[in-house]
């Protein structure tokens, strides 16, 4: 097992590239099992999840070749055959093969789904739409068994927005009989990412991006080739680091617009932004005021950029309130920043953060992929080394982080971690 070790202190400077979408890429994969034939996806990035979904589209008889971003899949050949565990287990994301299996299938068995845990993240939005559509659904031993004569669209109000009950029940209505609506549907750019792949399949999809989707069933989808949007929490990610510890910075390969709460909450503290089509100039004022932020559904401010922002906190002058509505779980990080130093503390769903503190390296732990972002942002804010051990869930996420860091002049790198090091992080 390796951990990462950053060496803070040193300003950042430079230009880097974001990656391809990983909160698309984990529902384009399975998305490609609809086809009756090839299905290339461009600009995936280079994250151990995308290795996952590729494996488990293998495992059920798919035929996929890489090569670097591009990705072609043949799913000619699939069988609709059980995914009980195994690999499932390791991100949550494999609950889109729920969808992607019934609507091919008519029937799918998926263990329940792994990932970061985050606090209870129901399915039940998902089963509710798959009900309508005429699927039974039942838990046995562990996995999610579906089961449908035929899938026949029907009308479906989701109870709370969510991005996965959203796409899991456009892929199984895409091939159903009939008309489908979905209200109340989740409104993120990945939605009309997933939308784009699966029109130039062949499925007919209005409303993808407004919270309501309207699906024209069709018999068959075709192979087509299909280009991944930017992935805007990498992209928030970045800019939050440059507002932490950057003196100049351009983010590049970015669509503006899917980050427009984060940049209004950066302004608000002082720093300076400028933006062009497809790329951020970011500079950090002299002296940052802190903020408030709540954790909203899209547009709103992203729960996944909570924790790193929550770490930027930590430089600002004053007391800011970090609300997550979305996972109220969502603080492990919290302690890990007390042990460099933050002054933070945490009541019912909210973060209390007071600054500005002086952070210091320290042995910390990644509990989940955006923690882990928010350990290395503190990281190259802290004075000394910070050493970052559950680096396996940073590279969940995050393509080539310490390159990409490094190439702006950080002091980042991974180091073996020794026997006795690996017993503590497997009993801690």
């Known amino acids: ?153 029907a009308r479906i109000y989701l109870d709370v927005v969510s991005v996965g009950a959203t796409i899991n029940i456009m892929l199984a209505a895409v091939r159903a009989k009939g008309k489908t609506t979905i209200e109340n549907a989740a409104k993120e750019p990945e939605i009309i990412d997933v939308a784009t792949l699966l029109t130039s399949m062949g499925a007919k999809i209005k409303g993808a991006g407004t919270d309501v989707i309207r699906i024209e069933g069709v018999n068959d989808l075709n192979g087509c080739l299909h280009t991944i949007i930017p992935d805007r929490i990498e992209a928030g990610t970045y800019t939050i680091m440059a507002a932490a510890q950057g003196e100049e910075m351009i983010i590049d390969n970015v669509i503006p617009q899917h980050l427009e709460s984060l940049l209004a909450k950066l302004r608000e503290m002082g720093v300076t932004i400028e933006e062009n089509d497809e790329q951020l100039y970011i500079r950090p004022g002299e002296k940052m005021k802190s903020v408030d932020i709540k954790t909203l559904v899209y547009p709103g401010f992203p729960t996944d950029l909570q924790q790193p922002f929550t770490t930027l906190l930590t430089k600002a002058e004053g007391t800011g309130v970090v609300t997550d509505t979305i996972y109220q779980a969502r603080f492990k990080h919290v302690d890990e920043l007390r042990r460099m130093n933050a002054s933070i503390k945490v009541e019912g769903g909210a973060a209390i953060v007071a600054g500005p503190s002086k952070l210091e390296g320290a042995k910390v732990k990644a509990s989940d992929l955006r923690a882990g972002a928010a350990l290395v942002i503190a990281g190259l804010m802290a004075g000394g080394v910070t050493e970052i051990t559950g680096v396996d869930h940073i590279e969940r996420g995050y393509e080539n982080i310490t390159n990409k860091l490094v190439e702006l002049g950080a002091n980042i790198w991974y180091e073996e971690m020794s026997e006795e090091e690996v017993e503590q992080f497997q009993n801690s």
């Open 1 to 153: 097992m390796r951990k990462l070790l950053v060496e803070g202190g040193t300003r950042l400077r430079g230009q880097v590239r974001v990656s391809g979408a990983k909160n698309s890429a984990v529902a384009l994969l399975p998305a490609a099992i609809l086809a009756s034939s090839k299905v290339t996806i461009e600009g995936l990035p280079n994250i151990s999840d995308v290795g996952t979904l590729s494996d488990l589209l293998e495992e059920i008889g798919g035929t996929v070749h890489r090569d670097g971003q591009t990705i072609e899949i043949d799913p000619s050949e699939m069988i609709s055959m059980p995914l009980p565990n195994g690999r499932v287990k390791k991100l949550r994301a494999s609950y889109y093969f729920m969808g992607a299996m019934l609507g091919r299938f008519n029937k799918a068995v998926i263990g329940l789904p792994g990932g970061c845990h985050l606090g209870p993240r129901p399915i039940d939005q998902h089963i509710k739409g798959f009900e309508a559509l005429g699927a039974e659904v039942s838990n046995e031993q562990g996995a999610i068994y579906l089961r449908a004569k035929e899938l026949r669209g």
